[in-house]
C-alpha cells in the first residue's frame, strides 16, 4: 500500500476539523434547538455542556488517532488493545448512519439554494418545503449532495480535504459575519437578541433535566465527537503539535460560527414575526426561515448567501463523515481510495433513501444518533483513555504541549469521572425519551 497522507501544515489539519465540525448542527439545528428549548437558557446550559465536556472528550479522540497512526478501528490496536477496536468501530457505524440522513439534509439545502435563486419559495415557504423535502425531488438532491462528498473524499486528505475546506470556512465565517452585520438593520432585531441572550434562570432550573439531553447531544453532534471523525483526523496528525491548543482552537472556532448562525437566525425571525413557528424540528426551521427571507426586502438574495454557507458547512462535515468508513475499508481491505469512496457513498446514499419517504423517518435516524449511539460511543471513549490505556493517553497529551504535567493530570480525572458521570445520565435521559417517543407513536 501506498504511503499513508498525512496533513499538510498544522493549519490545514484545524481547518478540516472545524470543517468536519461547523456544519448543519451550528447553522440549522442550533439556533432551532434554541428556539425550541427556551432560549438563552438552552444557550447556557449548551456551552457548559460544549466546554466542560467536549472539549475533554475532543482531547481523548485525538489521543487515540495520533498515537495509533490508523483508522478509527486499526488505531485501536496499534496502541495496543485490539479488543477495543469495536468503541472505533461503533463511530463508524455512526458515521454510516449519520451521513445517510445529513446527506438528505444536504439536498433541502441545495433545493432551497435554487428556490433562492428563481424565487420558488417567497410565495408559500410551507408548500414548497413539502415539494422538496420528500419524493422525487429530494432523492435527486440527496444524490447530488452524496457525489459532491465522493467527489471530495476520492480526491484524497490533503487534495480533498484539505483543500476543500480551507476554502470552505474561510468563506463560512466572511459570509455569516455579513450576515450578522446585515441583521442589525432590521427591525425587531432587538426582540430577537434578547430572546436569544437574556438567559432566565428559572427557566433553567425548572427544565434543567430536560434541557441537559439536547443540549449535550447538540454538543457532542457539533463538535463532530462520537463518531470516530475526531481520531481519524488526528491519525494524520504530526508528532510535535499540541492537542490541546488545537482542540482549543477547533472548539472555540465552531461555537463561534454557532454564536454567529443565531445573531443571523433570531433577528431574522423576529422581524418577521419571533421564534415560535421555528420550534418545531427539522422542517419547521426551513419553512420559517425561508418565509422570513420571502418576507424581507432582499430576501431573495440574503436567501440564497445563507443557503449557500449552509452547503459549504453541510459539505465540510459530509466529507468527513465518509472519510471515517472510507479510511477503515480501503486501509483495511486494500481497496484505492477512489474505489471505496463510490462504493461506500453509493451504499450510504441507499441507507438515506427512507429519509426521503417523510421527516418521520428522518427524525428517527436523528434520535437514535443523538439520544443513544453517540453517548454510548463517547462513554467508551472516555472510560478506554481514562482508564484503560490511561499511561499511553497522558503520554500522548504530553507531546508537543505546553500545557504541563498539572493539566495533563486534571484532564485525565476529568476524562476518568465526570465525563462519563454527564454521558450516562445523559444516555440515561435519551434512551427514556426514545422509548417513551417509540411506544407513542411518535415516528411512525
Ligand atoms: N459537526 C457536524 C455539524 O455540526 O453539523 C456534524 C457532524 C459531522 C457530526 C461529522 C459528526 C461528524 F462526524
Redesign the pocket.
Known amino acids: 500500500m501506498s504511503e499513508r497522507e498525512t496533513w499538510t501544515s498544522r493549519i490545514g489539519f484545524i481547518f478540516a476539523a472545524v470543517g468536519?465540525?461547523?456544519?448543519?448542527?451550528?447553522?440549522?439545528?442550533?439556533p432551532f434547538q434554541t428556539a425550541a428549548n427556551g432560549g438563552a437558557a438552552f444557550l447556557v446550559v449548551y456551552l457548559l455542556a460544549v466546554f466542560l465536556i467536549g472539549f475533554p472528550t475532543m482531547m481523548a479522540e485525538f489521543v487515540i488517532g495520533r498515537r495509533g497512526e490508523q483508522n478509527p478501528v486499526a488505531s485501536f490496536k496499534n496502541i495496543g488493545y485490539g479488543n477495543w477496536s469495536f468503541a472505533g468501530g461503533l463511530?463508524v457505524f455512526?458515521?454510516l448512519v449519520?451521513?445517510s440522513f445529513?446527506s438528505v439534509v444536504g439536498g433541502w439545502v441545495l433545493s432551497y439554494i435554487v428556490g433562492s435563486a428563481t424565487g420558488a419559495y417567497f410565495g408559500d415557504a410551507g408548500a414548497y418545503f413539502g415539494s422538496i423535502a420528500s419524493g422525487p425531488t429530494a432523492i435527486a438532491a440527496h444524490a447530488v449532495f452524496m457525489l459532491v462528498t465522493i467527489g471530495i473524499v476520492a480526491s484524497g486528505v490533503t487534495d480533498g480535504i484539505e483543500r476543500a475546506t480551507t476554502f470552505m470556512i474561510p468563506a463560512i465565517l466572511v459570509l455569516l459575519v455579513g450576515l450578522a452585520a446585515w441583521a442589525t438593520t432590521l427591525e425587531g432585531a432587538t426582540a430577537g437578541y434578547a430572546f436569544y441572550l437574556s438567559p432566565d434562570f428559572g427557566v433553567i432550573a425548572d427544565n434543567f433535566w430536560s434541557i441537559v439531553p439536547p443540549a449535550m447531544g447538540?454538543a457532542?453532534?457539533?463538535?463532530?465527537?462520537?463518531?470516530?471523525?475526531?481520531i481519524a483526523y488526528s491519525s494524520y496528525l504530526g508528532r510535535d503539535d499540541s492537542l490541546p491548543a488545537d482542540g482549543g482552537a477547533i472548539v472555540v472556532v465552531?461555537t463561534l460560527v454557532?454564536l454567529l448562525a443565531g445573531f443571523v437566525v433570531f433577528p431574522i425571525l423576529f422581524a418577521t414575526g419571533g421564534a415560535g413557528g421555528a420550534g418545531g424540528g427539522a422542517g419547521t426551521a426551513f419553512v420559517a426561515l425561508a418565509g422570513a427571507f420571502g418576507n424581507l426586502p432582499a430576501g431573495g438574495i440574503i436567501g440564497f448567501v445563507f443557503f449557500a454557507v449552509l452547503l459549504f458547512?453541510?459539505l465540510s462535515?459530509?466529507i468527513?463523515?465518509l472519510e471515517?468508513p472510507v479510511s477503515y475499508i480501503s486501509e483495511n481491505y486494500g481497496y484505492s481510495r477512489a474505489t471505496t469512496a463510490v462504493a461506500m457513498g453509493a451504499t450510504i446514499a441507499l441507507v438515506g433513501v427512507p429519509a426521503t419517504f417523510g421527516t418521520s423517518w428522518l427524525g428517527f435516524y436523528n434520535d437514535v444518533v443523538f439520544k443513544l449511539l453517540l453517548p454510548v460511543a463517547v462513554l467508551l471513549i472516555a472510560v478506554f483513555v481514562g482508564w484503560v490505556a490511561d499511561t499511553e493517553a497522558v503520554d500522548e497529551l504530553g507531546r508537543g504541549s505546553t500545557f504541563g504535567e498539572s493539566f495533563t493530570t486534571a484532564w485525565l480525572w476529568w476524562v476518568r469521572v465526570v465525563v462519563p458521570f454527564a454521558v450516562i445520565v445523559t444516555l440515561y435521559l435519551g434512551v427514556t425519551a426514545l422509548y417513551e417517543g417509540l411506544n407513542t407513536g411518535a415516528y411512525f
Do not use: E, K, P
Not at 468536519?20 to 442550533?30: E, M, P
Not at 457532542?220 to 475526531?230: E, K, Q
Open positions: 468536519s465540525a461547523v456544519g448543519l448542527g451550528n447553522i440549522w439545528s442550533f463511530g455512526s458515521s449519520t451521513l445529513y447538540q457532542f453532534f457539533t463538535l463532530s465527537l462520537g463518531f470516530s471523525v475526531m465552531n454557532a458547512a453541510a462535515s459530509s468527513s463523515l471515517v
